[in-house]
């Protein structure tokens, strides 16, 4: 019996245990995924000292940027993205260990947008800058997008003005700075923060709504609830929407490919 899990704090309510505990029972594995909630990082690296059964973990909030440092190896495309949200483990007992790094975030969301079409955009504007939005900004720029980024953090303030990959432009910029032409330029907007998640799900990010229309797109990495206010804010200005599930579930099922790969 093979051993997963999901690190993070206060994960109740995750996707993952969930998702992972069905695929293994459809497939009559006697594999388990478990949440693996720890107050601070510390108490979990201690625990994890002692656990040769564990062959790999998901990272969720808060510890995808933080758990970096702890990591035998770091995939170069994590790296470049500056997150981990898969750790894959090598080893034969817990003696000798190798744990390296993986970002599947970026590959879940890269690919639910080309489920979506959006063949015409070419302009996204990121709301947050944790480790999610890192990996959404790394596969945007992969696209050819231009990013406008939006942090609540003012010492971050164009800390990445004309930062780019593969020639897309990337600007950073405080919400209170956000103009109408702003969202009327940026068609694609794409919600990293957890602002609506359950349950506080009254609540959406500060924006001017009433610049939305048909022209635009909202994508959610939030998926409980279903439907965000920020998403219903969205719809009823006319704007196609999406949640993060099928994002989740594509990044879920990239990291199943990483724990079985013994070439990673």
């Known amino acids: 019996m093979a051993k997963y899990g999901l690190l993070g704090r206060h994960i109740d309510y995750s996707f993952s245990r969930g998702f992972?505990?069905?695929?293994?029972?459809?497939?009559?594995?006697?594999?388990?995924?478990?949440?693996l909630d720890f107050p601070h990082l510390e108490d979990f690296t201690s625990w994890f000292k002692n656990q040769n059964e564990l062959q790999g973990f998901n990272v969720t909030i808060p510890y995808k940027e933080t758990i970096m440092s702890y990591l035998d190896e770091?995939?170069?495309?994590?790296?470049?993205?500056?997150?981990?949200?898969?750790?894959?483990?090598?080893?034969?007992?817990?003696?000798?260990?190798?744990?390296?790094?993986?970002?599947t975030d970026y590959l879940g969301f890269h690919q639910s947008l080309e489920h979506w079409g959006l063949s015409d955009l070419n302009k996204a504007l990121v709301l947050g800058t944790g480790g999610a939005a890192k990996a959404v900004v790394y596969a945007l720029q992969t696209k050819g997008f231009d990013i406008l980024q939006l942090t609540r953090k003012a010492q971050k303030q164009d800390k990445l003005a004309n930062a780019s990959l593969d020639g897309s432009k990337h600007q950073l910029i405080a919400y209170d700075q956000l103009t109408v032409k702003d969202m009327q330029k940026y068609r694609l907007i794409v919600n990293c923060t957890p602002v609506g998640t359950f349950p506080s799900v009254d609540q959406a990010p500060e924006l001017p709504y009433d610049a939305l229309g048909p022209e635009h797109f909202l994508y959610d990495l939030i998926y409980n609830p279903e439907e965000t206010e920020?998403?219903?804010?969205?719809?009823?200005?006319?704007?196609?929407?999406?949640?993060?599930?099928?994002?989740?579930?594509?990044?879920?099922?990239?990291?199943w490919e990483l724990w079985q790969n013994s070439d990673v």
Do not use: W
Request: glycine residues 6%.
């Open 20 to 35: 992972f505990n069905d695929k293994f029972a459809r497939e009559q594995r006697s594999d388990v995924y478990v949440n």
């Open 74 to 103: 770091l995939d170069p495309i994590a790296a470049a993205i500056g997150a981990v949200n898969t750790v894959v483990i090598r080893s034969k007992d817990t003696t000798n260990q190798s744990i390296k790094g993986y970002n």
């Open 230 to 255: 920020f998403l219903k804010r969205g719809r009823e200005a006319g704007a196609k929407i999406k949640n993060g599930y099928q994002m989740l579930v594509l990044q879920a099922l990239a990291a």
